[in-house]
């Protein structure tokens, strides 16, 4: 795979409610729960546009969204963004697509004048390659907060200081 395969945007559109709803549920790591509120923030980027605060990259191939990015500035803080969701097609995964799209949010993020990107994430054994993802990428532990989402289930904060 070749990176001039690949096509970066950044509008989201009606037919992206269907994409990322595809691409969650490809990755088997959500609850139903969380795949509406993934779907419900595209949708309220639909009717609000940039009122919503949320941005996106989406990263296409041969016409599919194959990955996506979901992030937005932290209410109240002049320089730090939260980073909501990123996640890979299955079929996709394993090939750099996350750390495109990632880097991608961090570009985007540094020409907003924002220095800080949060990201949480679960503390369970499936989440282990994520954690390693944003570990790869640069990103360090700040908070762990145990039973957070469920007992057993606790809650990884990450930060990354953009340069």
């Known amino acids: 795979m070749s990176l001039q395969n690949y096509q970066l945007r950044y509008q989201v559109k009606p037919n992206d409610l269907k994409a990322v709803e595809e691409i969650i549920r490809s990755t088997r790591f959500f609850r139903e729960d969380e795949i509406v509120v993934a779907v419900e923030l595209v949708q309220e980027t639909l009717e609000k546009g940039k009122a919503s605060g949320y941005d996106f990259v989406f990263l296409k191939s041969e016409g599919k969204t194959i990955a996506y990015a979901c992030y937005g500035a932290i209410p109240c803080s ?26 991608e ?7 907003q004048k924002g ?3 949060y990201i949480e994430t679960s503390s369970k054994e499936l989440y282990t390659p994520t954690q390693k993802f944003y570990e790869k990428n640069h990103y360090e532990i700040k908070a762990i ?4 989402y469920d007992i057993g289930d606790g809650k990884v904060v990450y930060v990354k200081k953009l340069h």
Do not use: C, P, Q
């Not at 969701?85 to 799209?101: C, E, K, Q």
């Not at 907060?145 to 957070?148: H, I, K």
């Open 78 to 103: 002049l320089v730090s963004y939260d980073l909501y969701w990123i996640a890979t097609h299955n079929d996709f995964r394993g090939h750099g697509l996350g750390s495109i799209v990632l880097t």
């Open 105 to 111: 949010v961090e570009k985007k993020i540094k020409e």
């Open 115 to 117: 220095l800080y990107v």
């Open 145 to 148: 907060f145990e039973n957070f």
